[in-house]
């Protein structure tokens, strides 16, 4: 395994975790202990984490871990959040839904609904949703965008993803942010998801984030929706004894806690 790639794979368990043991380090990517030892002195050379005693500790707010690895985390918050949020929706609608760990939960929930216009950029969703034997109708219309696909990312992005999605209008948007702030709004860590939660947003009569308690608060490097255009937040009970909570319930018309 390259170093980058093992760098990559620390600074994901720290995103996630924010510690992170050395005998982790060696588990989870299946190394020595002396290999370790130099990622860890090289994290901590790039500025991104402190060594202490043991392990790792993050310094700064990292990208999002890969959606393999956010799908375990919180994963019962996640899945309430999806369940209560397909409540939300009516046959006849169309929807945007982007490629986020709850949204991919969120499309497991509408293969039991029927006469909805799915556009999604997120194959997870996609492949969830229209998972049949061939020829067998499917419950709802599901459209995949198009677009640029990188290694290991099971999305489509760019300019050719962001110019589909203003060939279509929705009746909702439903998004994942990586926070959501009641002075900032939605935001992402990386530019090319805010570039196509923003033209989602946009396109969509009402938007809808779905953000489990760990989120509220947050405001991550890209801002793509300001807090007047959010229509309902979708938290779980975790959420509730926050102080972000309270902010946000005073800025928003409407929060569903499931």
């Given at each position: ?156 992005r760019g300019e050719l993803t962001v110019g589909e999605i203003h060939r279509f209008r929705a009746d909702v948007a439903m998004m994942s942010p990586v926070g959501i702030d009641s002075k900032n709004g939605a935001s992402s860590f990386h530019p090319h998801e805010a570039a196509i939660a923003r033209a989602m947003a946009a396109q969509a009569t009402q938007l809808v984030l779905l953000a489990d308690h760990s989120k509220l608060g947050l405001t991550s490097r890209m801002n793509y929706a300001g807090i007047e255009q959010v ?28």
């Amino acid at each position: 395994m390259l170093q980058e790639t093992r760098l990559h794979r620390i600074r994901a368990l720290l995103t996630t975790l924010s510690h992170v043991s050395t005998e982790r380090i060696i588990r989870e990517l299946g190394i020595s202990r002396e290999t370790a030892r130099r990622d860890i002195i090289e994290l901590e050379a790039l500025g991104v984490a402190r060594r202490v005693h043991g392990g790792l500790i993050a310094i700064d707010a990292e990208p999002e871990p890969p959606l393999t690895v956010r799908s375990e985390v919180r994963a019962r918050e996640k899945l309430a959040i999806a369940r209560a949020a397909a409540q939300l929706l009516k046959p006849g609608q169309t929807l945007f839904m982007d490629a986020g760990s709850t949204t991919t939960m969120l499309a497991g929930e509408l293969c039991t609904m029927s006469g909805l216009t799915i556009i999604t950029n997120s194959l997870h969703a996609a492949l969830k949703l229209s998972a049949a034997e061939e020829n067998v109708s499917l419950n709802n219309s599901i459209i995949l965008l198009g677009g640029n696909m990188q290694a290991g990312a099971q999305e489509t992005r760019g300019e050719l993803t962001v110019g589909e999605i203003h060939r279509f209008r929705a009746d909702v948007a439903m998004m994942s942010p990586v926070g959501i702030d009641s002075k900032n709004g939605a935001s992402s860590f990386h530019p090319h998801e805010a570039a196509i939660a923003r033209a989602m947003a946009a396109q969509a009569t009402q938007l809808v984030l779905l953000a489990d308690h760990s989120k509220l608060g947050l405001t991550s490097r890209m801002n793509y929706a300001g807090i007047e255009q959010v229509a309902t937040l979708v938290t779980d009970s975790g959420a509730t004894a926050l102080p972000a909570f309270s902010a946000l319930e005073k800025m928003l018309p409407h929060i569903v806690v499931a």
